[in-house]
């Protein structure tokens, strides 16, 4: 089945990347631009977790959700990531590091997809520590405010991107690590 309601609810996360990059264009006070975006991001996050449990729930599970779902999340992310660089609330080099390793990861699932050896850089416990990371960081960052009169989001969201960032290091070089025995294999010697 193409569309689902698991399906529809990931397709969301596409069209919120204009939403959310549009929240900054419109013309309200720069805190309440921050509070609509995060409420959007997070909004739209949580339906990384809702559709997968929703489809394994009503038994929607297909081919193209599997595909669709981590596109969605990597084009949200990859998006937040650019307007927190443009509103200079995230470094650069992060924003490198977290994109290239996406690129690159991808590239090599698609490279393992073709060779037959997909499983070797199945989706692991780290990856996932590593998106759940960066879904928390990037609301941070874009609040920028402080919560509950102590918590200063900008400062959290700083450290929480850079554990972000170690950790789409640490899983790029655990997904490498796993494709390795699968490349030597197949590159001619």
């Known amino acids: 089945m193409f569309l689902t309601i698991p399906t529809l609810m990931t397709c969301t996360r ?23 975006a995060t409420l959007m991001f997070i909004v739209f996050a949580a339906t990384d977790w809702l559709d997968g449990y929703l ?27 650019l307007v927190l660089v443009h509103l200079q609330r995230a470094d650069v080099f992060v924003a490198l590091i977290i994109i290239g390793r996406e690129i690159a990861i991808s590239a ?14 199945a989706v692991h416990m780290l990856g996932k520590l590593k998106t759940m990371s960066q879904m928390v960081a990037i609301p941070f960052l874009l609040y920028d405010g402080t919560v509950f009169g102590v918590i200063d989001t900008g ?12 950790l789409t290091v640490w899983s790029m070089a ?9 490349i030597r294999a197949k590159v001619p010697k």
Not at 174 to 182: C, D, G, T, V
């Open 155 to 166: 400062v959290w969201g700083h450290v929480l991107i850079w554990i972000s960032a170690v």
């Open 55 to 81: 489809a394994r729930k009503l038994n929607q599970t297909s081919s193209f959700g599997a595909f669709l779902d981590p596109v969605a999340d990597k084009f949200l992310v990859c998006a937040a990531l």
């Open 108 to 121: 090599l699932r698609e490279w393992m997809a073709q060779i037959g050896a997909s499983k070797s850089v």
């Open 174 to 182: 655990y997904y490498l690590q796993k494709a390795l025995p699968e």
């Open 14 to 36: 596409i069209v919120a990347i204009p939403l959310i990059v549009g929240v900054f264009y419109i013309p309200v006070e720069p805190a309440t631009r921050n509070l609509i």
